[in-house]
């Protein structure tokens, strides 16, 4: 069996609000494998959002162990940390997060821009990209020029840049009609075909059929787990 991608151990994430605490994972262990389509599902409060920034190394669990492609994270210091992003892990979310002043071949290669010794092909990488995602034509177009989903490719072909081990989606057709909506979740379909990793945040139904497996929260806990759950997975 193949190192899983992202493995997590007895993850317990806690905040402080005032005297109180507010339990977001408790005791969470899971381990997600490499090449592998999944759906965290659940509703407003279940902790997906705080799965999905741990798993990200947006925030850091207030205990337990966490692995991203063999390495663990709970020792590094937050330059480690942003470097294992820059170079391990690919955002989409959906709100896009493009910077505004640079255009879609700049933005797709934001990520570079972050590694202490970037690829001497990222120009390269960035253009490829952007034809893959139907952009080839849009080059220095800024955001404000582009449609939601043209947007949203774009945050699709930053998140590739460095062929991550590990791609992360946060309700990334929340902000997309349905047709748009169809086009990504195809995008993903083509993705997960080639042998990428990823882990989709939705709270919408018809979304998370669309993965290979579903891993449901509720109260910071593991709900259901559906492997194999899409016909001919």
């Not at 599902?41 to 799965?51: A, F, H, P, Y």
């Not at 960035?126 to 945050?155: I, M, T």
């Not at 946060?170 to 042998?195: P, Q, R």
């Amino acid at each position: 069996m193949s190192r899983p991608v992202a493995q997590l151990q007895d993850i317990r994430r806690v905040y402080r609000m005032g005297s109180n605490e507010v339990v977001a994972l408790d005791d969470f262990s899971f381990s997600f494998g490499r090449g592998e389509y999944w759906a965290i599902m659940g509703s407003s409060g279940s902790g997906k959002s705080t799965l999905l920034n741990i798993l990200g190394c947006i925030d850091r669990a207030t205990s337990g162990s966490y692995k991203v492609d063999g390495e663990e994270t709970s020792e590094l210091d937050d330059d480690d940390l942003s470097e294992l992003r820059s170079r391990r892990i690919g955002f989409i979310f959906q709100s896009y997060n493009l910077i505004q002043q640079l255009n879609v071949l700049e933005n797709i290669q934001v990520p570079l821009f972050y590694q202490d010794d970037p690829p001497p092909d990222g120009h390269e990488r960035a253009l490829a990209l952007a034809e893959r995602v139907g952009l080839g034509g849009r080059l220095d177009h800024r955001p404000r020029e582009l449609s939601g989903g043209q947007q949203q490719r774009v945050a699709i072909a930053r998140a590739l840049i460095n062929d991550p081990a590990l791609i992360l989606a946060d309700e990334a057709t929340g902000n997309l009609d349905s047709k748009t909506a169809e086009e990504i979740l195809a995008l993903f379909d083509e993705l997960h075909g080639e042998g990428k990793s990823i882990l989709l945040v939705t709270h919408e139904p018809d979304v998370g059929e669309r993965a290979e497996n579903v891993l449901r929260l509720r109260d910071g806990r593991i709900d259901s787990v559906d492997e194999g759950q899409r016909a001919g997975a």
